[in-house]
């Protein structure tokens, strides 16, 4: 099992930057790739961003530009840089986990059901 623990998230005024981060523990073996959802209320969950390797990364078009997601492999970390934030960004941030190949990670690396492992999230709020 892997555990996915998120921190980060806050409050800021559009146009700001926010920082998130999360941390693996557990059989971290188990987890090939990573990523960072987010979910607005009524909304689904949709995928922000994801990390194969430092040579394959996906972004939404919707923070294309504006984010940059990193991931430590030796520390287990996982971070997302946001900036120039905008009020359709505040959601709840969930950072995942899975361990499909890199081919079927490629084919949907934003999508919910390549992902094994959750996080509890982490809230951003962007105030205009």
């Known amino acids: 099992q892997v555990h996915l623990v998120e921190s980060g998230g806050g409050s800021v005024q559009a146009g700001g930057s926010l920082r998130l981060s999360c941390v693996a523990s557990?059989?971290?073996?188990?987890?090939?790739?990573m990523a960072w959802f987010r979910q607005a209320p009524g909304k689904e969950r949709e995928g922000v961003a994801a990390i194969y390797s430092k040579d394959s990364v996906r972004y939404a078009d919707s923070v294309q530009g504006r984010v940059t997601i990193s991931k430590d492999t030796a520390e287990n970390t996982l971070d997302l840089q946001m900036d120039s934030l905008k009020p359709e960004d505040t959601a709840m941030y969930y950072c995942?986990?899975?361990?499909?190949?890199?081919?079927?990670?490629?084919?949907?690396?934003?999508?919910?059901?390549?992902?094994?492992?959750w996080g509890q999230g982490t809230q951003v709020t962007v105030s205009s």
């Open positions: 995942a986990a899975g361990r499909l190949s890199y081919g079927a990670w490629s084919a949907g690396a934003l999508n919910r059901d390549r992902y094994n492992y």
């Open positions: 557990g059989n971290t073996a188990n987890m090939y790739y």
